[in-house]
């Protein structure tokens, strides 16, 4: 079958997209606004895009009624944000924050998670997270309807036992990140794994 994306199928995209392009990382975003109010917000339109410098993009969607969300609103203001990474411990709380709150609302805390300050950005880190990546806006692209931010990963926190301190590397067996797989509900668990070693 041949799929239109730009015409009979375009009102479909998003679903239809999000069941096939999976597993995808989930960026859990926190940002700050100029008043000091911490917002807390998962995204799964997330991925690295390099290492030199240390990039990463996110698209925030807007809300139903088309004003930017939060976070986009906060990173145009600050130019800062935090991604935290999701893993199964706190799965549940990150779906908690994914509701719709009043701009100012700490989504963090009715989900019981908790903010920690982060080194060199104003946006706080959450505590729970295995895996925080600091970041600074480099910009953001308006492509029609989506808004793509791309940051520049300053720093990264993360659990002491992730860390092979000797070799640099991370014990990525420890790591039980999840997946956000089909919309609108379904995500996976990363404990199954193989391993295939690339030719010479």
């Given amino acids: 079958m041949e799929l239109d994306l730009e015409g009979q199928y375009a009102d479909r995209a998003y679903q239809l997209l999000a069941s096939v392009v999976t597993p995808r990382p989930i ?12 917002n807390a917000a998962p995204f799964s339109f997330f991925n ?37 990474l999701v893993d199964e411990g706190i799965a549940e709380a990150m779906n908690k924050c994914a509701a719709s709150l009043p701009y100012g609302v700490n989504e963090l805390e009715p989900a019981g998670l908790h903010s920690v300050a982060s080194s060199l950005v104003k946006p706080p880190r959450i505590a729970e997270s295995p895996v925080s990546l600091e970041c600074v806006e480099w910009g953001t692209l308006q492509i029609g309807g989506n808004r793509l931010v791309i940051g520049v990963i300053k720093r990264m926190h993360l659990r002491e036992e992730l860390f ?37």
């Fill in 27 to 38: 960026a859990f975003v926190t940002t700050i606004s100029p008043e000091g109010k911490i």
């Fill in 48 to 84: 690295l895009f390099g290492d030199d410098p240390p990039i990463l993009g996110f698209a925030p969607g807007d809300r139903p009624d088309g004003t930017p969300k939060d976070t986009v609103l906060n990173i145009r203001a600050t130019h800062e944000f935090v991604v935290n």
């Fill in 164 to 200: 092979d301190a000797e070799k640099g590397r991370i014990h990525t067996e420890k790591l039980q990140v999840i997946g956000r797989m089909a919309s609108p509900h379904w995500y996976c668990r990363t404990r199954d794994r193989f391993e295939m070693i690339r030719p010479a």
